[in-house]
């Protein structure tokens, strides 16, 4: 099986053009050509905060690439919209991609593709473990470093 996000989904495809030179010299690439779907790199960089399904189950993340991916392959999400969503990525057999940073760090998702591999999840919960992460290393900064004296540096003129 394999997932490619942003990138990796549109070098999964056929090609990645860029007529405007936005990456780099204007050209076409071949892709690997693994989902019928090829990427034009064109206009302004899309950021934005997205929910939807993918094969039913929830899932939150974001979008973040420079572009436009279109073909035939079968979609791989649904997102969620006030224009009353529309599809996003591609799959076709054990190959899939989308614009979907994030996916995998949805407690809910991640566990639906583990199951869908034959692995079973952990029973991780991501963002509490990040919390915790963060919380840890804050103490550590705090026992180890004079923050009123680095504060008081960064002050100085």
Do not use: N
Request: proline share 4%.
């Amino acid at each position: 099986h394999v997932l490619g996000i942003c990138g990796g989904y549109q070098m999964l495809g056929r090609s990645v053009a860029d007529p405007q030179g936005i990456e780099g010299p204007p050209s076409t690439v071949e892709g690997l050509g693994l989902l019928a779907v090829d990427t034009v790199l064109e206009g302004d960089k899309v950021l934005v905060e997205v929910a939807g399904l993918a094969d039913g189950v929830p899932f939150k993340g974001y979008e973040m690439h420079v572009g436009r991916t279109s073909g035939a392959a079968r979609p791989l999400l649904e997102l969620a919209g006030h224009d009353g969503g529309h599809d996003q990525g591609a799959v076709s057999g054990r190959i899939a991609g989308c614009y979907i940073h994030g996916l995998l760090t949805d407690d809910r998702q991640r566990r639906h593709w583990l199951e869908k591999l034959g692995s079973p999840a952990s029973g991780l919960d991501y963002e509490a473990d990040v919390d915790a992460t963060l919380d840890r290393l804050a103490d550590h900064i705090e026992q180890h470093l004079d923050c009123d004296r680095l504060l008081a540096l960064a002050r100085e003129k």
